[in-house]
């Protein structure tokens, strides 16, 4: 069963930008903190960033802290990430998870129970 509904991945130049979307109609979205995953090939799955229920707070990973900007509409139920001055290691497939820890706010137990199927991002340098 598909809770989450990730679009918006792509092929960009290194420098470029790109906006994924997320959306649900599966689950009471503005019950969960909304997040945004992510995994390259050979490695593991890294968290990028989070967002409160009612998006005051965000959490970022360093490495995409100033290039990348988490946002929710929850009249729409969807979950975006904006992401700029993309660089060729943020090749990934992104993922969206419902339930994501946002430090100082919230702890899941476990992580997220909720995933979207991805969807691939590629930058070229």
């Known amino acids: 069963q598909v809770h989450l509904v990730e679009s918006g991945g792509g092929l960009v130049q290194a420098g470029g930008s790109l906006r994924l979307s997320c959306t649900t109609s599966?689950?009471?979205?503005?019950?969960?903190?909304m997040g945004w995953f992510r995994q390259a090939p050979g490695k593991e799955r890294e968290g990028v960033s989070c967002?409160?229920?009612?998006?005051?707070?965000?959490y970022y990973t360093d490495s995409v802290k100033g290039r990348f900007t988490i946002s929710r509409d929850n009249a729409k139920n969807t979950l975006y990430l904006q992401m700029n001055s993309l660089k060729p290691e943020d090749t990934a497939m992104y993922y969206c998870?419902?339930?994501?820890?946002?430090?100082?706010?919230?702890?899941?137990?476990?992580?997220?129970?909720?995933w979207g199927q991805g969807t691939q991002v590629t930058i070229s340098s």
């Open positions: 998870a419902a339930d994501c820890d946002l430090p100082g706010v919230y702890y899941k137990i476990g992580g997220p129970n909720y």
């Open positions: 599966a689950l009471p979205f503005d019950d969960y903190t």
């Open positions: 967002i409160s229920w009612s998006g005051e707070d965000t």
